[in-house]
């Protein structure tokens, strides 16, 4: 496995502090954040997953932690639109030019609009998608949300 990916690169260019975990990824598992959480020995909570969504129509790029689910309508509202849902698999693989199970919202083939749910803030450092399944960065979520231009709003259910 690679430690350099697209979404690596682009932390690396912006002079991010980050460290790279690799974890044994099970494509079987029923909820696969929660899976990579439990593969690094940390809380769900500080594990976050990547999430790519539609809201009015345009893409929109989702994180939040790996326990939870994310709220379709305060998901909208966090971005002034109407509606939201999820984006077909097959859509975030070609937007993002990342393989579902390893979607990170860094170094995205285009860009979209990104959301960080706002528990995730609480902690120094969280962990998120690193561009390639069984690859996690760890990073400030301040950082992240800095190097994103995200909106932090709270966007679970």
Known sequence: ???MTPATNALARAGTSF???IYDY????ER???QAAQALG?????VLKTLMTLVDGNSACVILPSDREVSMKKLAAALHGKSAEMMKPADAE???GYKVGGISPFGHA???WTVIEATAMTHDLVYINGGQRGLQ????????????DAIVAPIIA
């Open 1 to 3: 496995m690679s430690k």
């Open 19 to 21: 460290s790279v975990h």
């Open 26 to 29: 099970d494509p079987s598992a």
């Open 32 to 34: 696969i954040g929660v």
């Open 42 to 46: 940390e809380r769900p909570d500080r």
């Open 94 to 96: 070609r937007i993002t």
């Open 110 to 112: 285009r860009t979209a």
């Open 137 to 148: 960065v760890r990073l400030s979520p301040r950082d992240a949300a800095s190097l994103l």
